[in-house]
């Protein structure tokens, strides 16, 4: 199993990025994939999740602003990131389970993780 995260960099706040994760390994239908980001000093959190029998979910600090897809031919699913915050900074993961209930709270050993990819925001 593997999940490459890409598409992370430096942004001026109010800019966007496009973040890609491309999944191997597992039959990319039956899982799960939400984002998380954790930030220097912070705890890891959740950002957004997505799966073909469960919708769409996203944390109250990025409705409007992020919004991710799912590309089943190619095992990849994004996270588009408008309008960009200083505090959105911190290195983004993905992640894969079979269901997004309680994706919040996915451990290390609960979920297959991506590396990750840092995103910078200046202000």
């Known amino acids: 199993v593997q999940l490459v995260e890409s598409g992370g960099g430096l942004v001026q706040a109010g800019e966007s990025l496009r973040l890609s994760c491309v999944a191997s390994?597992?039959?990319?239908?039956?899982?799960?994939i939400a984002w998380f980001r954790q930030a220097p000093g912070k705890e890891r959190e959740a950002v957004s999740c997505?799966?073909?029998?469960?919708?769409?979910y996203y944390e109250d600090f990025v409705k409007g602003r992020f919004t991710t897809s799912s590309d089943d031919a190619k095992n990849t699913v994004l996270l588009q990131m408008n309008t960009l915050k200083p505090e959105d900074t911190a290195v983004y993961y993905c992640?894969?389970?079979?269901?997004?209930?309680?994706?919040?709270?996915?451990?290390?050993?609960?979920?297959?993780w991506g590396q990750g990819t840092q995103v910078t925001v200046s202000s």
């Open positions: 390994g597992f039959t990319f239908d039956d899982y799960a």
């Open positions: 997505i799966h073909s029998s469960d919708g769409t």
């Open positions: 992640a894969a389970a079979l269901s997004c209930r309680s994706y919040r709270t996915w451990s290390d050993y609960e979920a297959y």
